[in-house]
C-alpha cells in the first residue's frame, strides 16, 4: 500500500473515529477534542456572517411563537375557561382542583410570557412591537397565587385575555402569528 494512501486512509479513520465520539457523547466537537485539537477546530470554524444574523432572527421568531403559544394555550384552557364556565366560584364542583390547576397554569403563563419577550429581543421587529407590553406582562406575576388562593376575579382574568391578545397582535404584526398551544401536564408542572 503506498505510504500516501495509508496517510489518507488514516487520517479519514481518525476524523471519523472523532467524529463518532462526539456524536455519541452528545458533546460538540470543541468539549471532547483535545486542548491542540480544539484551537485547530476552532480556528477552522466559520465567523458569523449576515446569515448568521437572520437564522438568530428566525430562531428568535420561532421561539417566540412557541413560548407565547404555550402561555396563550394555559391561559385559556386552565384560567379562561374555568372561570367564565363558573369553576372559580365557592361550591362549585371541583373547585379546588380547578384552582390548583389554574395557579399551576397562572405561574407557567408568566414564566413562558417572559420568556416571549426575551425571545422577541432577537428581533429587531418583534423587539419594537413586544416592548409595549412588558408592563402588563409583569403585572400578571401574582397571578399564579391569587389563583390558587382563589383571590382572582373578573378583573385579573380580564386583565390576563387582554395581555395574551396584545401579545398575539404584536406577533402577528411582526410576522410570527401566534396560536394556542395548550401545554402538557408535566409542562404546566414543571416536570
Known amino acids: 500500500m503506498p505510504r500516501t494512501l495509508r496517510r489518507g486512509a488514516a487520517a479519514l479513520l481518525l476524523s471519523g473515529s472523532l467524529l463518532l465520539t462526539t456524536a455519541a457523547c452528545g458533546a460538540d466537537s470543541t468539549q471532547s477534542l483535545t486542548t491542540g485539537s480544539a484551537a ?3 480556528a477552522a470554524a466559520p465567523s458569523p456572517s449576515a446569515s448568521a444574523s ?5 430562531l428568535a421568531k420561532t421561539r417566540f411563537v412557541a ?3 404555550l402561555a396563550a394555550g394555559a391561559a385559556y384552557q386552565w384560567i379562561v375557561k374555568p372561570y367564565k364556565a363558573g ?4 361550591g362549585a364542583d371541583g ?5 390548583v390547576k389554574a395557579g399551576l397554569a397562572g405561574a407557567f403563563t408568566y414564566n ?3 420568556a416571549a419577550v426575551e425571545n422577541a429581543k432577537g428581533d429587531p421587529l418583534l423587539s419594537k412591537a413586544v416592548a409595549p407590553l412588558s408592563s402588563g406582562i409583569d ?3 401574582e397571578l399564579g397565587t391569587k389563583l390558587r388562593k382563589g383571590e382572582a376575579g373578573d378583573a385579573e382574568v380580564k386583565g390576563l385575555e387582554g395581555v395574551i391578545n396584545d401579545l398575539k397582535d404584536a406577533g402577528k404584526s411582526a410576522g410570527a402569528e401566534v396560536k394556542d398551544k395548550v401545554p402538557s401536564a408535566s409542562q404546566l408542572s414543571g416536570g
Open 40 to 42: 485547530a477546530v476552532t
Open 54 to 58: 437572520a437564522e438568530h432572527q428566525k
Open 67 to 69: 413560548n407565547a403559544g
Open 87 to 90: 369553576k372559580f366560584k365557592k
Open 95 to 99: 373547585r379546588t382542583f380547578a384552582l
Open 112 to 114: 413562558r410570557l417572559k
Open 139 to 141: 403585572s400578571l406575576k
